[in-house]
């Protein structure tokens, strides 16, 4: 991630911790892209995958982890309120992403999602 600073760290369980990251800029004339960045790296595991052979393939597309990402940001918000746009920003991961990825069942989810996602890719043909 390209953040200079992390704002909030949650551990996740199962070795996951998700980072947010500071990334507001000066967007234009006194206006701010108020950005934070959320990822999470998964650990690729055999459990999600139909036997050792999809597993090895898994591994071969994917790696050892898998980086979750998503971006929350508004935009042209006048420096008086980047902190409410901030703070909104963060309500809005707390109460959507976060309970998203706190389920027992996200990391193997999210792997075979991001596995058929990279089976499906046209760069795959």
Do not use: W
């Amino acid at each position: 991630m390209g953040c200079e600073q992390v704002i909030r760290v949650y551990d996740l369980g199962g070795g996951i911790t998700a980072r947010l990251c500071d990334g507001t800029r000066h967007y234009f004339g006194g206006y701010y892209h108020v950005r934070i960045e959320v990822s999470a790296d998964v650990p690729l595991s055999g459990s999600p995958f139909a036997g050792a052979d999809e597993y090895r393939a898994a591994r071969r597309l994917l790696g050892e982890r898998i980086r979750f990402h998503r971006v929350l940001e508004k935009m042209a918000v006048p420096e008086s309120g980047i902190e409410a746009a901030r703070q909104g920003l963060l309500e809005a991961f707390a109460s959507n992403v976060l309970p998203y990825l706190s389920r027992p069942d996200f990391p193997e989810r999210f792997m075979r999602s991001e596995y058929a996602r990279c089976l499906k890719s046209p760069a795959r043909r």
